[in-house]
């Protein structure tokens, strides 16, 4: 093998695979303001996707998270508005039950290619 061959294909696997930090994250919210609504739906459709009108679970890791939530909190009135952000772990997220009408699945799958 090359030097190139042993970049592109390690001999030892990942000690971390992809999205292992990340953490399942629900930012609820409510909000009085129309204006300020749609700029927290935006900043979260960023980050997530939405499940019910103003919540949104989000995959991120600490520093996207910390990213988000520093954006959401710039965005908001704190003497009208509530948010709200919930962390669950894998085990806590995979446990979760829902019922009614399809909604997107937001389950991370890590796969590999060889």
Same mark, same amino acid.
């Given at each position: 093998?090359?030097?190139?061959?042993?970049?592109l294909l390690?001999?030892?696997?990942l000690?971390?695979p992809?999205?292992?930090d990340?953490m399942? $994250? @629900?930012? +609820?919210y409510?909000i009085?303001n129309?204006k =300020?609504?749609?700029?927290?739906?935006?900043?979260? /459709?960023?980050?997530?996707?939405?499940v019910?009108y103003?919540?949104?679970?989000?995959?991120?890791?600490?520093r996207e998270?910390?990213?988000?939530?520093? $954006? @959401?909190? +710039?965005?908001?009135d704190?003497?009208?508005? =509530?948010?709200?952000?919930?962390?669950?772990?894998? /085990?806590?997220?995979?446990?979760?039950?829902?019922a009614?009408?399809?909604?997107?699945a937001?389950?991370?799958?890590?796969c590999?290619?060889?």
């Amino acid at each position: 093998m090359t030097d190139l061959d042993d970049t592109l294909l390690p001999v030892v696997p990942l000690a971390k695979p992809p999205g292992e930090d990340e953490m399942l $994250r @629900l930012i +609820a919210y409510d909000i009085t303001n129309h204006k =300020r609504w749609t700029r927290i739906a935006n900043a979260c /459709a960023d980050y997530g996707v939405r499940v019910q009108y103003s919540l949104f679970e989000c995959w991120l890791d600490e520093r996207e998270f910390q990213e988000l939530w520093t $954006r @959401l909190r +710039a965005a908001i009135d704190p003497a009208e508005d =509530r948010l709200m952000a919930y962390t669950l772990d894998t /085990a806590a997220a995979r446990r979760r039950l829902a019922a009614g009408q399809t909604m997107l699945a937001t389950e991370r799958a890590t796969c590999y290619l060889v």
